[in-house]
């Protein structure tokens, strides 16, 4: 079956190149019955397709078409079918050699050189599509495409310099925002600088990253990192408090470093306010398991038992669930604990095999929190994933 499909694409170029030559001749001199016939090139190049010889095809058809401006979209269109079809080599052939003809004009060259361009980035010769992108946007000529596959090489580079300065530039030409791209973009060059110890450059980054996005929940969380690896707790504590306003649906990526926060400043009993208050306001089983332990801690584990039981009534919650078995355990024996013990490791498979986080854009499934989404590449578009089997 997989033959028979190879074998109909590779008769579509023949096609539609045998439809336009038929036509062509046919136009040129209806009169003369002769001139209607099908050139013998035609058909060498047709039976190199049908013994599955597609490399000598190209060849046949290539010689056999001039360039100009009724050929120069078939050229193309031969091209861009073999790129989707993953035969990126031969498109790149069919592209090279129209740009290499010297009868295109202005427009059919720079679309030449688009289309060469995206034949490089899709095998990967990222180096070689970049001057190609260059090239067009020093002619001034399909801006909007250029910077677009820039901005990919510059992302998949990991140049984060050039990938702002294309953001920008990209804005400017369209009526799309960047500010929150720009703003991750400055993240992770203040994330390297982190890990290198460069504080002053974290901080100016960040800044930023702000600047461009004031609802960056990852700028926050940065700032609050640096601000707990230099000594400054109190700070640390209000940048990740800002997590709060601009998405709580990051606040379970915040709960754990604040309350480190918290015990340095011996001030775990207003860290327990502040955890009451998210519970109740919105709900989140990291954010509720942390208050039952600390509950457990300071008053004991019945009282921790009594407020998870009816947090659950209200939002019930596989995570939650198991909390609450793990408590019964203790307190059971022979045949109940048994029963309990198996519930338990029932509950703890459905935990372990869960996605604790998914893309909004794509449905991409994670175990860990990712800034581009490793499926469709949009930015901030994973996040916890709410409900009775997680937060």
Same mark, same amino acid.
Request: net charge neutral.
């Given at each position: ?10 008769l ?11 036509g062509?001749?046919a136009?040129n ?9 099908i050139?013998?090139?035609?058909f ?28 120069v979209?078939?050229h ?33 060259r ?6 060469l ?18 090239e ?16 990919e ?32 973009f400055? !993240?992770?060059g203040?994330?390297?600088?982190l ?6 450059l ?6 930023r ?44 990526e ?8 918290y015990?340095?400043l011996?001030?775990?009993d ?16 990291s ?74 854009? !794509? ?17 901030e ?11």
């Amino acid at each position: 079956m997989s033959n028979e499909l190879n074998f109909l694409w590779l008769l579509l170029p023949v096609a539609a190149l045998s439809g336009w030559w038929i036509g062509r001749r046919a136009n040129n001199s209806q009169s003369n019955y002769s001139s209607k016939s099908i050139h013998p090139e035609y058909f060498k190049g047709l039976n190199f397709v049908l013994n599955e010889e597609p490399d000598k095809a190209i060849e046949v058809f290539i010689r056999m078409l001039e360039v100009d401006s009724e050929t120069v979209e078939t050229h193309l269109a031969l091209g861009n079918l073999f790129r989707r079809r993953g035969e990126v080599d031969r498109a790149i052939r069919i592209h090279q050699n129209l740009i290499a003809r010297p009868t295109l004009n202005r427009e059919q060259r720079t679309h030449a050189v688009l289309e060469l361009g995206m034949d490089y980035m899709r095998s990967g010769l990222l180096d070689r599509a970049e001057g190609l992108f260059l090239e067009l946007i020093d002619s001034g000529s399909h801006l909007q495409q250029a910077y677009t596959q820039l901005l990919e090489i510059y992302q998949q580079e990991k140049d984060w310099k050039n990938a702002i300065a294309i953001a920008k530039k990209l804005e400017a030409i369209s009526n799309n925002s960047s500010s929150a791209i720009i703003g991750q973009f400055y !993240c992770e060059g203040a994330d390297v600088a982190l890990k290198q110890g460069n504080m002053r450059l974290v901080k100016d980054l960040i800044r930023r990253a702000m600047s461009f996005d004031k609802s960056c929940v990852r700028a926050s969380m940065i700032e609050a990192k640096m601000y707990q690896q230099t000594g400054k707790i109190k700070l640390a504590i209000k940048s990740y408090k800002r997590v709060e306003s601009q998405d709580s649906d990051y606040l379970t990526e915040i709960i754990g470093p604040i309350y480190e926060c918290y015990r340095k400043l011996d001030r775990v009993d207003e860290f327990v306010e502040y955890l009451r208050t998210l519970v109740n306001i919105y709900g989140g089983i990291s954010t509720l398991l942390m208050l039952t332990g600390l509950i457990a801690e300071r008053e004991g584990e019945n009282a921790a038992i009594r407020f998870i039981s009816d947090e659950l009534k209200n939002r019930p919650n596989v995570k939650g669930v198991d909390k609450l078995i793990e408590y019964a355990l203790d307190r059971s024996e022979g045949e109940t604990h048994e029963h309990l013990k198996t519930i338990k490791e029932l509950t703890g498979q459905l935990i372990e095999g869960r996605a604790m986080y998914k893309c909004n854009s !794509c449905g991409f499934d994670a175990k860990l929190l990712h800034w581009q989404c490793p499926g469709c590449k949009n930015w901030e578009t994973v996040k916890p994933v709410f409900g009775v089997a997680g937060e």
